[in-house]
């Protein structure tokens, strides 16, 4: 199953004929202004772009809601940012 699939399905989108790979790229492209290097070998990487996609998704039209990110997000970013995986061990930075 490619990355693109997993996200489609992570995030309910039916059909495959939406811009899934745009919302992808965006995902990856917001990690990375955030300080994040890409890496789909990564599970928290991977879902912090699946958690995007998704929400971007769910709110593509106007619905008064002021979040700006989904719920959890943020730690997932400093996961990333100040962790280390060695030999399957998570190390502070």
Known sequence: MTFSEEVAEYAKIDSMEE?????????????TNAGI???????IYKLAVKMLVTFWHDNRTPSGSTDAQPFGLAGLISQLKYCVIADETVTAV
Not at 37 to 43: G, L, R, V
């Open 19 to 31: 811009d899934v790979q745009g919302f992808i790229d965006s995902a990856e492209m917001y990690l």
């Open 37 to 43: 290097t890409a890496d789909e070998t990564n599970a």
